[in-house]
């Protein structure tokens, strides 16, 4: 780390930090109000005043409509970001909330009007204020739930989402040393309680956090975990693409020993691949391939883990049949897809819309 973690970020430091981004033609702003995002507008804002030639920058808040507090929390940031000569957006989450699930809906809503957001201003990249003390507690979230390696991935730099790309550029860097650099600037932030709320998830995992550090899980080594397991998830991801090959390859192979032309295993309405070449992959590779075919073929969302893992547990036992001779047999549907085995054929497809039972 160029510095440690409880001195204000640098000039220098700043200017490595949002290097990536600085040929983007317009960068969005994800600006809560709250010390991490006031830190993220004030840095960008001196970054991009340092450039010769820089993003346009957008500073954008959104209003949940939770709190009393939020739309004079929306005045403030906008009133900062003027003085830091950077337009300001107040994007509003209208309608009414759900009874449960509440923490999730919002975030799905905040991303949702942040992308639109960017569209409308013409921005490739939103950059958020997430930072290491985030990412050690999102792998912790994660890990209790059960989740695999992509999971336990945590946050990546940089992903899509909502048709935009989403970029953390704090995510190897403490959040004390964001609230040291806006001490030193003389910045005010908002406190929004809810980030103590033990209601939520969050906040209880952030209160065990002291007790995890002693033991030497802080920040920094659950947030290096994190990378390493991203690093070893995009391996992986590598082997899926050349196993997705591999199967294909196996379809032209075996339909040109038979005379026929196969140009693909997969079409707009589906796709198949041979079961006894499926079935000599690795666990892990397996599981991706059902993952990723449920996913671009379901109407439901992702797909849970749980459910897929059992699915390829079902898929297991029923291949060896077809081995042997006889013809494996399996149908089933999952997060809008149908899973069929017949004969030595996989197949996934978008699966026919559930009857409306009568009232």
Not at 106 to 124: F, I, N, P, Q, V
Not at 173 to 179: A, F, G, M, P, Y
Not at 232 to 253: K, M, P, S, T
Not at 303 to 322: F, H, N, T, W, Y
């Amino acid at each position: 780390m160029p510095e440690d973690d409880n001195s204000p970020i640098s000039a220098r430091h700043a200017k490595d930090l949002f290097a990536d981004w600085k040929r983007a033609p317009a960068l969005v702003l994800a600006v809560s109000g709250g010390p991490d995002s006031i830190a993220l507008m004030w840095l960008a804002a001196r970054w991009r005043h340092a450039l010769l030639r820089g993003p346009r920058l957008v500073a954008v808040t959104v209003d949940h409509g939770l709190r009393a507090e939020a739309a004079r929390e929306a005045r403030d940031v906008k009133r900062l970001a003027r003085a830091l000569e950077l337009e300001h957006r107040t994007m509003r989450w209208s309608g009414v909330k759900p009874g449960s699930g509440l923490p999730a809906a919002a975030r799905a809503a905040r991303y949702r009007l942040l992308a639109k957001a960017a569209r409308e201003s013409g921005a490739t990249h939103i950059l958020t204020a997430h930072t290491r003390d985030d990412q050690a507690e999102t792998l912790l979230m994660r890990m209790f739930r059960g989740s695999g390696i992509a999971g336990l991935a945590a946050m990546a730099r940089e992903t899509e989402r909502e048709g935009v790309r989403l970029a953390r550029p704090f995510l190897n860097v403490s959040k004390s040393q964001l609230v040291a650099t806006l001490k030193k600037a003389r910045l005010a932030f908002a406190d929004d309680p809810t980030n103590r709320d033990l209601n939520f998830t969050r906040p209880r995992i952030r209160a065990v956090m002291p007790m995890l550090a002693a033991e030497g899980g802080d920040a920094r080594n659950l947030a290096r975990l994190a990378s390493r397991l991203g690093r070893a998830n995009g391996a992986i991801e590598i082997l899926v693409d050349g196993a997705d090959r591999y199967l294909a390859l196996r379809d032209r192979q075996a339909a040109s020993l038979q005379g026929k032309t196969v140009s693909s295993a997969e079409t707009p309405g589906g796709k198949t691949f041979d079961a006894q070449a499926f079935a000599a992959l690795p666990e892990e590779i397996r599981l991706r391939l059902l993952l990723r075919a449920i996913d671009r073929f379901g109407h439901e969302g992702p797909p849970e883990l749980g459910k897929v893992e059992a699915l390829l547990s079902a898929l297991d036992r029923a291949l060896p049949k077809s081995t042997r001779g006889r013809r494996g047999r399996l149908k089933q549907t999952l997060a809008g897809a149908l899973i069929s085995l017949t004969g030595e054929r996989i197949s996934i497809a978008p699966a026919p819309p559930r009857r409306r039972r009568p009232d």
